[in-house]
Structures are given as C-alpha cells and as structure tokens.
C-alpha cells in the first residue's frame, strides 16, 4: 500500500540551527514527492518537489531535499532556521497515473527558539 | 494572477444542517482536488473532478458527502446534515492539465465547525 511516514510529530531547534525533517515513503512505482508547509489557519505552500534528475533539490526559502531510492526518503533540509520557519511541514507522495491524490505525511511541527 | 480561492473561510453549522464550501481554482487550472485535515492530522484526498466530470471519489464518505465542478462557476463540496466528526479543516487544490506528477497548488482552506 501507498503511505508516508513522517517519524518526528515535533521538533525544537535553537534559531540558527540545522535542520532535518524526515520523510519516508512507500510507493510501487517511480514516486513524485513534495514537501508543504502550513502555518497556523492558512492553506500549504509548496516547498519543493521532485520528479526526477537530480536527487538533491532546491526549495525556496532556503530548503532543499534528498531523494534516497535505496533508503525511500526524502529528507527535507536547511542549514539555518529561521524564526519564522516555525510552522508544520508535510510530505507527500504521489500522483498516479490515473488519479490525482496525493498522499499526505501525518506532519511535523516544528517549534524554533529564539 | 489570483492563487486558488475558498469560501467561506470559517462556516459554523448545527447537526443535521447542510454545508456547501465552494473552491474557484486558479486561472488555467482544470483539475479540483479536495482534501480534508482532521485535528491533529495530515491532509486526506476525498476526490478529484475535472470539469463536469468525477474522476476519482475513492475518499468520499459513502453517504451525505458529493462533490461537483460544474462548466461554469466554482467546484462544490457538499455535506448533508451534518454531524459533529465533520468539523475539520478542508482544502481545495487545483492543478493545470495533467501531467502525471502536475504540483497541486492549494488554496487556504474552509475551517468547519459543527456544534
């Protein structure tokens, strides 16, 4: 069956930290894998997504993501946090060919002190 | 070149009343997907039109929930007398034609309460 794992629910880093979300997948075919943000009562923003190519893609605000096919990861990352980089972060994997869901991660929140 | 637009933003209904949250995509965009986030979790795909058409509904609840996107006008998600497991947050996306893979860009959100 089709499913993401998002193994971290919450996560505190310092302002300035690193940062790593985990993200791990299972999929029958060639995934297409996304990573969303959503802040508290607003909609999701695309982070970055992959399709194919090269396995390490850039996001905006300073993102980027690994894709890892003999790991099934895609690990979002970023070398310093921002305060305003506390919000929920979501992956998701998917369409299929012949539906257009998505298949959503349970989430991670992430918390930044100051 | 306005995003993916819901309303109502907030909608307050009773048990056994009705609910119409409406979804007008983004310019160019044909394809409507809805998802519903329920507390505390991640967002579940209930269904996928394209213009006057369904083409996936396999995360419709069986009874009381439907869902059109009719030539003109925006898509509607519809729940009959509803009741109070319905409260949740429920998302409209839209995409352009598909493109297997085509990002899903999704709109802010329809937060319902049922008292």
């Known amino acids: 069956a089709q499913s993401v794992t998002q193994p971290d629910i919450h996560i505190t880093v310092s302002e300035g930290a690193s940062l790593e979300l985990r993200c791990n997948y299972s999929y029958g075919a060639t995934p297409y894998l996304f990573w969303y943000v959503q802040s508290p009562g607003q909609g999701l923003q695309l982070l970055l997504k992959?399709?194919?190519?090269?396995?390490l893609v850039q996001g905006i605000k300073g993102f980027e993501a690994e894709f890892k096919r003999s790991q099934s990861s895609f690990n979002l990352r970023k070398p310093s946090v921002h305060w305003s980089d506390a919000a929920e972060y979501f992956c998701?994997?998917?369409?299929?060919?012949?539906?257009?869901?998505?298949?959503f991660g349970q989430g991670t929140t992430l918390q930044v002190k100051p | 070149n306005a995003g993916v637009m819901q309303n109502p933003r907030h909608l307050v209904r009773r048990r056994g009343q009705e609910a119409r949250l409406r979804c007008s995509p983004m310019?160019?965009?044909?394809?409507v997907y809805w998802y519903r986030q329920l507390p505390e979790e991640g967002l579940k795909f209930m269904v996928y039109l394209q213009k006057e058409n369904i083409i996936d509904e396999s995360g419709m609840p069986k009874e009381r929930f439907s869902a059109e996107f009719p030539k003109e006008g925006p898509s509607i998600l519809r729940i009959q007398q509803v009741v109070r497991g319905d409260s949740a947050a429920y998302f409209c996306a839209s995409s352009p034609p598909v493109g297997r893979g085509e990002t899903q860009y999704f709109g802010p959100g329809t937060r319902l309460l049922v008292l």
């Open positions: 992959y399709f194919s190519g090269d396995t």
């Open positions: 310019k160019g965009h044909s394809h």
């Open positions: 998701a994997v998917g369409p299929s060919s012949n539906t257009g869901k998505l298949i």
